[in-house]
């Protein structure tokens, strides 16, 4: 009787088997083995597949025998360990810029890193429908193209948008695009920025990548690298509340002492704190944006502006405010 043609794919075949339908708990005779070959219509003995197996792990695939009552073989040294796997899928979950279709991809994929009883505990933990998402299934391209602008040390071009009352797209500069140089990606306040040198500006921002259509590589060589060559990310993005811009100061602020936690939190362990018997004051760099007010002021009275007068004068004016909506 003639083989078929699958005969020769009959240890990649078996290997497949033990990556699917194995794992520790879930053991796979080598008849089960025999039966899934015969389903490809390749033909095994008992033999046969002790030596594939024998074979496989002299390549250096883990494969485990087990013996007793629940007999047969899986793989145990998988390249992500199930915990690892459910870490990843509530990372894909959880981030925002990650449209809801390309969640349910990403988790697919993963799914398939383990074995289908392992994989549907991941399936469990998938609730990616009534999560907030980005619409923009560009960002994908974005990411790759700011990661080949900076490897070809290049510029980019890309048009930038907000979104309108009507859910449309706005395109900023009439939908001139702009060209700047990438010099970074960061994730601040779960969205993802290009940090990148205007040069018609003279100086470094930040663009929302999941806001940036038809980007591409230009043929320019990308500028800015003396502002670069210092560059501390940490401390760009915290001076940035949310990356909202705003002019740069250094505000002095009075906190009740129990916020020393959030304080290091969020501007790190080296920043200046003067403590006092009730209290302590913090100097930090930060810019001046309305989600800074806000959080000032969603502590209350645990946090008072002392310096600048400007950005004492604008929590004290947006807290009137807001006071007079409830009046």
Not at 24 to 30: A, K, R, V, Y
Not at 71 to 89: A, D, N, Q, T
Not at 228 to 250: Q, R, T, V
Request: hydrophobic content about 35%; overall charge negative.
């Amino acid at each position: 009787m003639p083989k078929s043609e699958n005969q020769k794919l009959k240890l990649l075949y078996i290997l497949q088997i033990l990556n699917v339908h194995s794992d520790e708990n879930h053991p796979i005779t080598t008849n089960e083995i025999i039966e899934r070959l015969a389903k490809q219509d390749i033909t095994a003995e008992r033999k046969s597949i002790y030596d594939d197996i024998r074979a496989l792990q002299r390549f250096g695939i883990e494969v485990e025998s087990v013996k007793g009552k629940s007999s047969g073989y899986y793989i145990s040294g998988r390249m992500f360990e199930l915990p690892e796997l459910k870490l990843l899928v509530d990372v894909v979950q959880s981030s925002k810029f990650i449209t809801a279709k390309k969640s349910l991809e990403l988790i697919k994929k993963l799914e398939g890193l383990t074995g289908k009883h392992e994989a549907s505990q991941l399936q469990r933990q998938v609730f990616v429908h009534n999560r907030i998402k980005t619409m923009n299934e560009s960002i994908y391209y974005n990411v790759d193209f700011i990661h080949d602008a900076i490897s070809e040390n290049k510029k980019i071009s890309f048009k930038y948008f907000d979104w309108d009352f009507k859910g449309e797209r706005k395109y900023r500069k009439n939908g001139e695009k702009y060209t700047v140089s990438p010099w970074a990606l960061t994730w601040d306040d779960e969205n993802y920025y290009m940090i990148a040198y205007d040069s018609e500006k003279g100086m470094i921002k930040h663009y929302r990548v999941d806001k940036m259509v038809s980007a591409e590589v230009t043929d320019e060589l990308r500028e800015g690298k003396e502002f670069f060559e210092s560059f501390d990310m940490a401390l760009y993005s915290n001076k940035f509340f949310g990356m909202f811009g705003g002019e740069e100061i250094s505000a002095v602020l009075k906190c009740d002492k129990s916020l020393i936690g959030i304080i290091i939190d969020r501007f790190g362990k080296e920043t200046m704190t003067i403590e006092y018997d009730d209290y302590f004051t913090v100097t930090v760099n930060v810019c001046q944006s309305p989600l800074l007010i806000s959080w000032i002021m969603g502590f209350g009275d645990r946090i008072e502006v002392l310096k600048p007068q400007s950005l004492r004068d604008a929590v004290r004016d947006t807290a009137h405010k807001v006071a007079a909506v409830y009046e």
